[in-house]
C-alpha cells in the first residue's frame, strides 16, 4: 500500500529531522495515510480480497528502501530539503498512478469511492509537500 | 344593603389598589433579546462548509468531520477554542460567548481555514 511507504518515511522525519514544519508534516502524513490504510484494509475484508503487489507497488517499495538508506545518511537543513522534496515527487507519482491508472482499472465500486476518497487526501499531501518544500528553500535565501 | 355595598366597595378597593401601583400590573413572560440559534459546519474533502458564518452570542456551531482524515477546528482568538483532533464521523460544538471576528483553522491541514463572525 502506498501509504505504509510514506509512513515510513515519515517515521524516518521524525526521528531525524528537528524542523517543526517537517515535523508536523510528518505527524499528518502518519494520520492521515493510517486512516486511509484502516479504512481500506476493513473494505478489504468486507469484500473478502486481500491486497497483492502488482509490478508498480514492487517498484515503489524498491525505490523507496533506496530512498530511507539515502536520507538516514543526512541530517539537518540537508535532510528535511531531501525529505520534501521526495514528498512531493512520491505524491505526484502516486496520485497520477491511483488516478490514471488504479481508479479506472477496479472493478468494484466500493473500492473506486474509497481511492477517489483517498486521491483528494493524496492531492492535499501534495500541496502540502510542495509548500513545505518551497518553505524550506526560501529559507535558504 | 350590603349587596350594593359589596357592589361598590369591590370596584373602590380594586381602583386603589390600581392607582398605587400605577396602573394593572404585567404578569407576561418577556421572550428572551433574540432566538438562539444552532449551526452546522460540515468538514468535508479538506474544507470547511460553509467557510464563513455570522451568529449571535449565545448561538452554537457544531462542526461533523465525515472526511477519513483527521481534522480540527482550532481558533486564533485568545479565549477562542480547540477541538481536539477530530476522528471520521466525530463532531464538535461550542457556544458563541465572544464578539467579533474568530479566524479558525485545522492544525493538521493548514490550508483549511474558516471565520465566524459573532455579533
Keep these: 500500500m502506498p501509504g505504509l511507504i510514506d509512513i515510513r518515511y515519515a517515521h524516518l522525519a521524525l526521528a531525524i529531522s528537528e524542523d517543526a514544519a517537517v515535523r508536523e508534516f510528518a505527524e499528518t502524513m502518519i494520520r492521515d495515510h493510517s486512516a486511509v490504510n484502516d479504512k481500506a484494509m476493513t473494505l478489504l475484508q468486507d469484500l473478502g480480497a486481500t491486497p497483492t503487489d502488482n509490478a508498480t507497488s514492487k517498484k515503489l517499495n524498491n525505490d523507496a528502501a533506496d530512498i530511507r538508506k539515502q536520507l538516514m545518511a543526512l541530517e539537518g537543513r540537508a535532510f528535511d530539503k531531501r525529505y520534501a522534496a521526495n514528498e512531493l515527487a512520491y505524491h505526484r507519482f502516486v496520485n497520477n498512478t491511483v488516478e490514471n491508472q488504479f481508479i479506472p482499472d477496479v472493478q468494484n465500486d466500493r473500492f473506486r469511492d474509497l481511492l477517489r476518497s483517498a486521491l483528494k487526501t493524496f492531492k492535499v499531501h501534495e500541496k502540502h509537500a510542495e509548500r513545505l518544500a518551497e518553505d524550506l528553500e526560501a529559507h535558504e535565501m | ?119
Design chain 2, 1 to 119: 344593603m350590603s349587596r350594593t355595598i359589596d357592589a361598590l366597595v369591590v370596584p373602590l378597593i380594586a381602583a386603589i389598589v390600581t392607582a398605587i401601583i400605577g396602573g394593572r400590573p404585567d404578569l407576561t413572560v418577556r421572550p428572551p433579546s433574540h432566538e438562539v440559534r444552532h449551526y452546522t459546519v460540515t468538514i468535508r474533502d479538506f474544507a470547511f462548509d460553509p467557510d464563513t458564518l455570522r451568529i449571535a452570542v449565545g448561538d452554537s456551531v457544531t462542526w461533523i468531520n465525515p472526511d477519513v482524515a483527521p481534522h480540527t477546528v482550532t481558533s486564533s482568538h485568545e479565549k477562542g477554542w480547540d477541538s481536539g483532533p477530530l476522528v471520521e464521523g466525530s463532531a464538535s460544538s461550542w457556544v458563541a460567548s465572544i464578539r467579533g471576528r474568530i479566524d479558525y483553522a485545522c492544525r493538521f491541514h493548514p490550508a483549511m481555514t474558516a471565520v465566524v463572525y459573532v455579533d
